[in-house]
């Protein structure tokens, strides 16, 4: 089997031996040479480079396209040397595997060259995009819950309404509401954009900065806005 090996080490791992740079490399060859394996290349990161993220990590591209270009695989000491997230984990693996490479872990024993290494590799990945789906309906249902009862949901306050007292709930601001019903009546008598924002400025109507500058796409946000919380929400207090 050929391998291309990767190392990294961060700054707070520098100084510790047991996973210095040499002692990665050191580990790799020997279990490369007990397992009859050969070494292609060795690509090593500068120190101190951090592995939460894949962007700025020359050697590591390198060392993926390594692989890929010699349908090898790509070996490193431990998981966390390639990566600190699970998501670019996942990456370098379809990566990998798109290519016709592998992906093998000393550590962790995670071996994608073995049926049963590909098995819990498409477990993690099933798992990890159920977690993302699970946020995603938790967040929307926040959102949902905050818009029903009249709360923020952002830093930006939105156009028609303002902060009461509290910090957290809002209120109807009243001219800023018929801004909004006026825009509401003119699209749905099929008026642009365009002639919904000169008739706001020509009726001085401000937007929520105080400028007169309407813009067709500050309108439309308004808008799609407006529509949203008359399905989903009873909307700020009066």
């Not at 031996?17 to 990665?24: E, V, Y």
């Not at 591209?61 to 996942?90: C, E, G, P, Q, Y």
């Not at 905050?146 to 309404?161: A, D, E, V």
């Not at 825009?183 to 000169?198: P, T, V």
Request: proline fraction near 2%; aromatic fraction near 4%.
């Amino acid at each position: 089997m050929k391998i291309v090996a990767y190392c990294r080490v961060s700054t707070n791992m520098q100084a510790d031996n047991g996973h210095s740079l040499k002692s990665q490399e050191s580990a790799i060859r020997q279990w490369a040479k007990a397992s009859g394996h050969e070494v292609l290349a060795v690509h090593v990161e500068q120190e101190g480079v951090s592995g939460r993220a894949m962007k700025g990590r020359p050697a590591l591209r390198a060392a993926l396209s390594d692989a890929i270009a010699n349908k090898a695989v790509f070996v490193v000491h431990s998981l966390s040397r390639a990566t600190r997230s699970l998501s670019d984990a996942l990456e370098i693996m379809r990566m990998l595997g798109k290519g016709g490479a592998d992906f093998l872990s000393l550590s962790e024993a995670v071996d994608t060259t073995s049926a049963m290494g590909k098995a819990f590799m498409h477990i993690v990945a099933v798992l990890s995009e159920l977690e993302r789906n699970l946020i995603g309906e938790r967040t929307a249902a926040t959102m949902k819950y905050l818009r029903k009862n009249g709360k923020r949901i952002s830093r930006h306050i939105p156009y028609g309404s303002a902060l009461a007292a509290d910090g957290e709930t809002l209120v109807w601001v009243t001219k800023e509401q018929n801004a909004i019903r006026l825009m509401q009546k003119m699209r749905d008598g099929g008026s642009s954009l365009k002639d919904i924002a000169e008739t706001l400025t020509r009726k001085h109507y401000l937007a929520k900065q105080g400028g007169r500058n309407w813009t067709p796409a500050v309108i439309l946000r308004i808008l799609r806005r407006a529509k949203v919380e008359s399905v989903t929400a009873s909307g700020p207090r009066k």
